[in-house]
């Protein structure tokens, strides 16, 4: 599978970019995934989203596109950015006015595809992909009686909902790459891995047990859902083994009928094909 760094759009310059459209002046480091992304960094990827917002109201959250991003690093055939930058961010959307944004997307797929190519056992290893998911309903639950007011009878997500959504976005808008391979083990591993995820694109109608906003918040999130979310990662990491071990599609040549020695030349010279273009 391809990095970030290598398919990069052509409008990516090598060093971000002010908002004046002028080169910085401070160099565009290299991706050495010493420090992961934190909260800050996060937030600061939910405010850049916002102001594409004010543009594109179609511009989704971050969980979206980090299930999103799980999809195109997992998927068959490398996707590139001028394919995925538009699909998910809008026709208008140029990588080189919004280079802080590119710059965090990058750090971010080094950091899921580093953790889906570990050798882990258990996903409470530091080293296993831990999707940057919501707790809305939690969140929600945990505000002042008065604000929880607010947003009475509006439809709040499940538990890492919008991530599966993200993900079978980016699976359905490249059918291609997900059909179903000829081999009937590998075509059932996709299958599984793939039901696992769009489980968890349905609401969670369990009993909420567990709080996943905070350790002391209400609960908000049914043991199923945590169950489910589980199986959900681990299904990621059998497409990304899948697809890496097949490899991306092979393109059937065809090759087209030669005409026979006694037929018409098709070059319409009158003579026959053997006297022709065929002796």
Known sequence: MT????????????EPTAPGGTASSTPFPALTGDKP?????FDLLDSLLDALRERDDEVPQWEFCEGFMAALICSRRPVPPAEYFPMIFGDDFV???NMELVWHWKRRWQE???ALDAAVEALDDDRAYQPEVLDTRGAIASLPEEERAEVAGEAIPSFAQVWALGFM????NWPEDWAAPRDKEAAGILDEALDAIVA???????????????????PSVSQRRLDEFGEAIWAVYDLRQLWKSMGPRQETIRKEATPGRNDPCPCGSGKKFKKCHGA
């Open 37 to 41: 992304l934190g909260p800050e960094d």
């Open 95 to 97: 990588a080189a006015r």
């Open 112 to 114: 899921i595809e580093t």
């Open 200 to 218: 968890l694109t349905e609401d969670d109608t369990g009993k909420p047990e567990v709080s996943m906003f905070s350790e002391d918040g209400p």
């Open 169 to 172: 976005f980016a699976v359905e």
């Open 3 to 14: 990095t970030p760094d290598s398919d990069l759009p052509s409008d990516v310059p090598a």
